[in-house]
């Protein structure tokens, strides 16, 4: 059985504090990692991927793949109010198009 | 904006009627999805679709059906809805953007089905 895991959360921070969200997953042949927000009553959308080990960096985003580990992380520096939301974590497997999400973490940044 | 669209946006029913949702695609997107998602299970993938009268069962198929006839409609089907069907549904394509070298899933504006 293929699996993302997160903690559910909610993960507190103080607005302009960073953020850290992690994300682990069982399949060692995972090449595709990504991170979606989900706002309440709305839809995913995308705001970081990454294939590689190491940092990927996006404005105030930073996504953290380490693959021997079987890790990923997103990194939220200065957060804000806006970035109070669920942070889903989804994990695409070599040879299909089918793609795995965590649970999701609920962040809320207090103002 | 992938261009998707969900129809209907909420829809409440009643056990044991038959309920279909579409999810329409402007962009010839191959490949389409769709989703539920429930507080503590996430996002679960129920079928998807990589091509026209191509499909294939995902990991919370039982009691839902599909169709896709053309390239921009996948249906989803309840044949006999109950009530551990409510839920939130999404839909869901695949698409490759400048700078991605892996296919990227976008979703559509999600239909809350309610069983009664």
């Known amino acids: 059985q293929k699996e993302v895991e997160q903690n559910s959360g909610p993960l507190s921070v103080p607005e302009g504090a960073i953020a850290s969200l992690n994300c682990t997953y069982s399949?060692?042949?995972?090449?595709?990692f990504f991170w979606y927000r989900q706002y309440s009553g709305k839809s995913p959308e995308l705001i970081m991927f990454?294939?590689?080990?190491g940092d990927k960096e996006d404005g105030r985003f930073t996504a953290q793949l380490n693959k021997a580990s079987q890790y990923v992380s997103l990194l939220i520096r200065d957060s804000q109010p806006s970035d109070s939301a669920t942070y889903l974590c989804?994990?695409?497997?070599?040879?299909?198009?089918?793609?795995?999400f965590g649970t999701g973490t609920r962040l809320k940044v207090l103002a | 904006d992938a261009g998707i669209t969900q129809s209907p946006r909420h829809k409440v029913t009643e056990t044991g009627t038959p309920v279909t949702l579409r999810c329409h695609q402007t962009?010839?997107?191959?490949?389409m999805y769709w989703y539920r998602q429930d507080p503590g299970h996430g996002l679960r993938l129920i079928h998807y679709?990589?091509?026209?009268?191509?499909?294939d069962k995902g990991e919370v198929s039982d009691g839902y059906s599909v169709s896709r006839s053309k390239t921009e409609d996948f249906l989803l089907t309840l044949e006999s809805a109950t009530s551990s069907q409510t839920s939130v549904y999404f839909c869901?394509?695949?698409?490759?953007?400048?700078?991605?070298?892996?296919?990227?899933?976008?979703f559509g504006p999600g239909t809350r089905l309610t069983v009664l």
């Open positions: 399949d060692r042949g995972s090449q595709s």
């Open positions: 679709s990589y091509g026209v009268k191509d499909t």
């Open positions: 989804a994990v695409n497997y070599p040879g299909t198009y089918k793609y795995i």
């Open positions: 990454i294939y590689s080990n």
């Open positions: 869901a394509i695949s698409e490759l953007k400048e700078g991605q070298v892996e296919d990227t899933q976008y």
């Open positions: 962009e010839n997107h191959r490949y």
